[in-house]
């Protein structure tokens, strides 16, 4: 039984729960004083543009949402070579 993975699939699969975590990781963040930052920290320095702001928020997302799908599409890529 040789199942396939669909890397579209995948992708967007990867690409919208890093999304949606960087989101939910920045409202924790804004809610807090101090819980977080250091995390907010290090992510603005892997994605350029991200801070703790709204813009900042959303451009950290689209780079997260990019970040992901390359990396669920690797995967899945890489999932369906091995599984011949």
Do not use: R
Request: hydrophobic share 55%; net charge positive.
């Amino acid at each position: 039984m040789n199942k396939k993975l669909d890397t579209k699939a995948i992708a967007l699969a990867f690409g919208i729960l890093w999304s949606l975590g960087i989101l939910v990781m920045s409202i924790i963040a804004l809610t807090s004083t101090t819980y977080l930052h250091n995390i907010v920290d290090f992510m603005s320095s892997v994605y350029i543009g991200y801070s703790l702001s709204l813009t900042g928020i959303l451009t950290g997302m689209v780079w997260a949402f990019f970040d992901a799908a390359i990396g669920g599409l690797v995967f899945a890529w890489l999932y369906n070579k091995l599984a011949k």
